[in-house]
T-cell receptor, first 115, second 109 residues
Framework: ETGVTQTPRHLVMGMTNKKSLKCEQH?????MYWYKQSAKKPLELMFV???????ENNSVPSRFSPECPNSSHLFLHLHTLQPEDSALYLC??????????????FGPGTRLTVT | GQNIDQPTEMTATEGAIVQINCTYQ??????LFWYQQHAGEAPTFLSY??LDGLEEKGRFSSFLSRSKGYSYLLLKELQMKDSASYLC??????????WGAGTKLIIKP
């Protein structure tokens, strides 16, 4: 247990569906992240929130919409996804932004399949 | 562009030693991380290097040479539970983590 939980663990959705991924951290951290992990590819950083404010949006398509209501919770809202969006979506948190405090704690991920 | 290179897959024998290399080309450097990820699980932190040299932590050691843009993770007395992917990541000048694709390590009895 890393102190970061994600739900659901597995999700199958059609291209016209709308769903949300949830992440919660119990570590008192100030920064939270969404990553996409595809087979044999580097982790792709999607969004970063620092003190609830979005600080990074790495050219992510608008069909992915993040929400950070407080520093402990992070959501990823999904709509009209494509089959190539099928991947493992990882949430992570860190104490703060910068140097050693960048040590990130990851949740177990949501395995998303888009049909 | 920014790039992290590490071997895709390595195989080693239980009880042996294995070295996983990572080379990087990034815009600036603020530290290098190694993470372990078992299949179907979250990546977990192993080590952090920001100065040149060797950092030892039990059976695992991590080495950094900033002038060569090179790091390695050394695993000693390999155990079956060490079968996992090992991810190398560099913190660039903008404090953004640049990730390698990971090295899948297979341990054989």
């Amino acid at each position: 247990e890393t102190g970061v939980t994600q739900t659901p663990r597995h999700l199958v959705m059609g291209m016209t569906n709308k769903k949300s991924l949830k992440c919660e951290q119990h570590l008192g951290h100030n920064a939270m992240y969404w990553y996409k992990q595809s087979a044999k590819k580097p982790l792709e950083l999607m969004f970063v929130y620092n003190f609830k404010e979005q600080t990074e949006n790495n050219s992510v398509p608008s069909r992915f919409s993040p929400e950070c209501p407080n520093s402990s919770h992070l959501f990823l809202h999904l709509h009209t996804l494509q089959p190539e969006d099928s991947a493992l979506y990882l949430c992570a948190s860190s104490q703060d932004w910068g140097d050693r405090s960048y040590e990130q704690y990851f949740g177990p991920g949501t395995r998303l399949t888009v049909t | 562009g920014q790039n992290i290179d590490q071997p895709t897959e390595m195989t080693a024998t239980e009880g042996a030693i294995v070295q996983i290399n990572c080379t990087y080309q990034t815009s600036g450097f603020n530290g290098l991380f190694w993470y372990q990820q078992h299949a179907g699980e979250a990546p977990t932190f192993l080590s952090y290097n920001v100065l040149d040299g060797l950092e030892e932590k039990g059976r695992f050691s991590s080495f950094l040479s900033r002038s060569k843009g090179y790091s390695y993770l050394l695993l000693k007395e390999l155990q079956m539970k060490d079968s996992a992917s090992y991810l190398c990541a560099v913190l660039d000048s903008n404090y953004q983590l640049i990730w390698g694709a990971g090295t899948k390590l297979i341990i054989k009895p």
